[in-house]
T-cell receptor, first 115, second 109 residues
Framework: EAEVAQSPRYKITEKSQAVAFWCDPI?????LYWYRQILGQGPELLVQ????????DSQLPKDRFSAERLKGVDSTLKIQPAELGDSAMYLC?????????????FGPGTRLTVT | SQQGEEDPQALSIQEGENATMNCSYK?????LQWYRQNSGRGLVHLIL?????REKHSGRLRVTLDTSKKSSSLLITASRAADTASYFC?????????FGAGTRLTVKP
């Protein structure tokens, strides 16, 4: 069964350093999402792509976060510089708008710890 | 920002009992979805109910939707230890999906 791939699974970094996460969605899924999940809370959308275009980045802290999906396939989320409050799980998900359901398929996530 | 609230925040039951979780949301929806998350893992889609549906079943899962009250409930019947996880509702409108804070379910063997 096709899955969303994410790497790394765990990342520890010092504050003020740069960090990057990678996501490879399910083949053929045009829509890709990055979420941040703080421990004990639900996922919050950071950015949504339709193919290579950003369709929603209203909750992305643009002074330090950036995201790209250059060829409309895999995607990278970057934080520079990292802050202590960025410690969280970063989840990537994909969906196919051709489906009526808009069900999202999630990757295993990257657990970020900023020290 | 998060769209909805789940109730209760945590639920502990014995294996074989039923578990009911409730969700409230704030705006119009096209559909409402329920997801499960095992500790430290990604979310897994469980079931979707459209705004014009009132009840839906999938195996041991039963979901209801009351759009007049902007609320939904998830019932897991005959629970198993493997059902231990966090459960999130997500309201979707025009491909904008917002998650609640989740219910942490513990099923004791």
């Amino acid at each position: 069964e096709a899955e969303v791939a994410q790497s790394p699974r765990y990342k520890i970094t010092e504050k003020s350093q740069a960090v990057a996460f990678w996501c490879d969605p399910i083949s053929g899924h045009a829509t890709l999402y990055w979420y941040r999940q703080i421990l004990g809370q639900g996922p919050e959308l950071l950015v949504q792509f339709q193919d290579e275009s950003v369709v929603d980045d209203s909750q992305l802290p643009k002074d330090r976060f950036s995201a790209e999906r250059l060829k409309g396939v895999d995607s990278t989320l970057k934080i520079q510089p990292a802050e202590l409050g960025d410690s969280a799980m970063y989840l990537c998900a994909s969906s196919s708008p051709g489906q009526a359901s808009y069900e999202q398929y999630f990757g295993p996530g990257t657990r970020l710890t900023v020290t | 920002s998060q769209q909805g609230e789940e109730d209760p925040q945590a639920l502990s039951i014995q294996e074989g009992e039923n578990a009911t979780m409730n969700c409230s949301y704030k705006t119009s929806i096209n559909n409402l979805q329920w997801y499960r998350q095992n500790s430290g893992r990604g979310l897994v889609h469980l079931i979707l109910i459209r705004s014009n549906e009132r009840e839906k079943h999938s195996g041991r899962l039963r979901v209801t939707l009351d759009t007049s009250k902007k609320s939904s409930s998830l019932l897991i019947t005959a629970s198993r230890a493997a059902d231990t996880a966090s459960y999130f509702c997500a309201s979707e409108y025009n491909n904008d999906m917002r998650f609640g804070a989740g219910t942490r379910l513990t099923v004791k063997p």
